[in-house]
């Protein structure tokens, strides 16, 4: 099992940034593919980034490509998704999830473990 708690989401002005957190715990972090995802209402959640377990492979979503960075913290059981140049549009619930793997993707049924998710609301 893996545990998951995001964290740094809050209002903030387009244009603005914020930085997301997301703690695991449990199962070795290390092992594992980490994804964000986001759902806005009456919308499916949508993929965001994901990045592999060393670190060195990431993948994101055209429209958010060039904006937000994903990283991670093996040592601090961390992943961390870094938003600049916020847009209206990106208001949404976020979410951290974990797969077991050493492959990126980015399907959300490809993720074993979900976090409670922490919302962004960007106002114009």
């Known amino acids: 099992q893996v545990h998951l708690v995001e964290s740094g989401g809050e209002l903030v002005q387009a244009g603005g940034s914020l930085r997301l957190s997301c703690a695991a715990s449990?199962?070795?972090?290390?092992?594992?593919?980490m994804g964000w995802f986001r759902q806005a209402p009456g919308k499916e959640r949508e993929f965001v980034a994901t990045?592999?377990?060393?670190?060195?492979?990431?993948d994101y979503a055209d429209s958010v490509k060039g904006r937000f960075t994903v990283s991670r913290d093996n040592a601090k059981n961390t992943v961390y998704l870094q938003m600049n140049s916020l847009k209206p549009e990106d208001t949404a619930a976020y979410y951290c999830a974990a797969r077991p793997s050493t492959f990126t993707v980015r399907g959300r049924e490809d993720y074993d473990y979900w976090g409670q998710g922490t919302q962004v609301t960007v106002s114009s």
């Open positions: 449990g199962r070795m972090f290390s092992g594992h593919v």
């Open positions: 990045i592999n377990p060393s670190g060195r492979s990431t």
